[in-house]
């Protein structure tokens, strides 16, 4: 999975498809605990996640907790259908924020930071 590190306060994560999911959230958790001083705002970009399971969705959770405790934000972007349709069913969409894509969810997190400046 790449990390991308837009800039010093946000980093742009590429999922893959399971069995990859895993490692990569694994990776980017670990990533996170090795940030210096205050993690930054993460973009989960999911255009290559055909499906998700339980665990993924453990996985989603355990990082927004993780970026919410350190005053930190998350933007899933890219979903598939098929995603989307699992993250409807489970309530998902009240709980994380989505966007169409990178860009929008640069935009957004910029303007929150600029509203927070």
Known sequence: MPINEWSESIIIAELS???????????LLRRLDDAPGGLPN????????????SSNIAQLLK?????????A???????????????LVTGLDKVFDFTDDI???????HMQMDRED
Do not use: G, H
Request: proline fraction near 2%; hydrophobic fraction near 40%.
């Open 103 to 109: 860009s929008t969810s640069l935009a957004s997190l």
């Open 17 to 27: 498809d399971e069995p990859s999911f895993s490692e990569d959230m694994d990776a």
């Open 42 to 53: 993460v973009i989960v970009n999911a255009q290559s996640v055909s499906y998700m399971n």
């Open 63 to 71: 990082l927004r907790k993780k970026l919410l405790d350190n005053n």
């Open 73 to 87: 934000q998350l933007r899933i972007c890219s979903l598939s259908d098929r995603v989307w349709s699992t993250i």
